[in-house]
């Protein structure tokens, strides 16, 4: 009986041990962050909520970063992830491209988040802080965050958008058994969840607003740190450990990517895939690095670029990035982790340079493809995941009509077998 050799896996000694910071290889300088009121950022404004450590990295002009030891040591539980030929997607699919996928579903929290999670639960820790806060939409942050603040040992309370928190209550449950304190955002602890409750009681939030809350209570708190799961520089800088993979994988396969593709919800597993890419297509070399984003919430395609807000209550900095308007509410589509108003700076720096295509994919094709990802290779994508699955498919039947077949490598930033109830729910 033939054996396919299907996954191409790293030993674990090929496991990346820097990250790839973009910054200084931009095709244009990134603007500066401003502080709320639109003038220059004060110094320490970010040393109220960020570690000293993560705050050197989102500034910061050396490409390479060292990946501390104690998180490679975490990384290595699940890393190097493998990627996968999906033989049984391309004949499902009846095309001769071939389809690779990088499996970020396997971390321990089942997203690619875990990445920085555990940088950043670690820096935290080093630099002597005990508590740390977030907002989650979808879960999958909050998640991922739980279990890095209990392998680094701190404690967190995390803000859920009240409706994702209603929708989801396994997630809750597994960020509770971890150690985690969950709260439904809009809350009473802070401004911001009260100024929003008076407005509207049955206020459903936004992961907009979930930042304020998390953001006013880790600037009052000296023992408190804040944590964001994507936009930052520093965020995509750690995810940047995908690409590198990606490509030492690509090579040990020897092939060489028509198409990478990732999903888009603040720009951190699509920078991450991307970014170790960047400086040869930036060269000339012909790979398409495409964002899949949901038509529900089309940041890249549809929103400005400009200076906008982090978050509704307008306490962040404001970021250059593209934006649908930072009191911009996204309908509640299934794929909570791609609803978000803003967009890391950094890809939009790359989607306004034309360095990166985005690509704006209706939840119809997100879920359809999904079911034929669920049927064929039998791994449940997430929601968000299904996107990026769909873009790639969508370009694979369009190569096939054209009698080119191609390679296409896209991430699967998680698995869906916490959504299964947005499956039964899913447009047909
Ligand atoms: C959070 C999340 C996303 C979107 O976030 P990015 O920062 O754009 O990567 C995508 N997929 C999954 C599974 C997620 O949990």
Redesign the pocket.
Same mark, same amino acid.
């Given at each position: 009986m033939p054996v396919i050799e299907n996954a191409i896996i790293l030993p674990k000694d090929q496991l990346p041990r820097q990250w790839h910071n973009i910054l200084p290889q931009l095709p244009e300088p990134l603007g500066p962050y401003k502080a709320p009121d639109g003038q220059d950022l004060p110094a320490g404004a970010l040393a109220a909520i960020f570690p000293p450590q993560l705050i050197e990295q989102e500034l910061s002009d050396q490409i390479w970063h060292p990946i501390p030891e104690p998180v490679l040591e975490a990384y290595a539980m699940w890393r190097p992830t493998p990627l996968v030929r999906a033989y049984r997607l391309e004949a499902a699919l009846k095309v001769r491209s071939r389809i690779y996928y990088k499996n970020e579903s396997l971390s321990p929290s089942g997203?690619?988040?875990s990445n920085t999670a555990l940088a950043q639960a670690y820096y935290n820790a080093q630099a002597g802080i005990h508590r740390l806060t977030t907002e989650t939409g979808?879960g999958?942050?909050g998640t991922a965050l739980s279990i890095a603040a209990r392998h680094f040992q701190l404690d967190i309370r995390v803000f859920m958008v009240k409706v994702s928190l209603d929708q989801k209550p396994y997630r809750q449950a597994i960020m509770r058994l971890m150690g985690a304190e969950v709260l439904a955002s809009p809350s009473e602890l802070t401004q911001a969840g009260r100024t929003a409750r008076a407005q509207d009681p049955n206020c459903p939030g936004s992961l907009g607003l979930a930042i304020s809350e998390a953001v006013e209570e880790a600037a009052s708190r000296a023992d408190t740190n804040y944590s964001l799961?994507?936009?930052l520089n520093h965020?995509v800088l750690h995810?940047t450990i995908i690409g590198q993979e990606i490509k030492k994988q690509l090579q040990l396969a020897g092939e060489k990517p028509d198409y990478l593709i990732?999903?888009?919800?603040? @720009?951190?597993?699509?920078g991450g895939t991307v970014i170790p890419f960047c400086p040869e297509v930036m060269a000339g070399e012909k790979i398409q690095l495409l964002a899949a984003e949901p038509e529900a919430c089309p940041t890249l395609t549809k929103g400005k670029f400009g200076y906008d807000y982090g978050d509704m209550a307008k306490l962040t900095p404001l970021l250059p990035m593209h934006s649908l308007g930072s009191d911009f509410l996204p309908p509640s589509i299934h794929a909570g982790?791609?609803r978000y108003h803003g967009a890391s700076p950094i890809v939009s720096n790359l989607v306004k340079n034309q360095v990166v295509t985005p690509v704006a994919i209706s939840a119809k094709d997100a879920f359809a493809y999904a079911k034929i990802m669920a049927n064929s290779e039998y791994i449940v994508p997430?929601p968000?995941?299904g996107h990026a699955l769909a873009l790639t498919c969508l370009k694979a039947l369009e190569l096939e009509k054209q009698g080119r077949p191609g390679v296409l490598v896209f991430t699967l930033? @998680?698995h869906g077998l916490l959504d299964l109830s947005a499956y039964e729910k899913a447009p047909e």
């Open positions: 997203s690619h988040k979808a999958q942050w799961g994507s936009v965020v995810q990732a999903c888009h919800g603040g @720009g951190s597993n699509f982790g791609l997430a968000e995941s930033s @998680g």
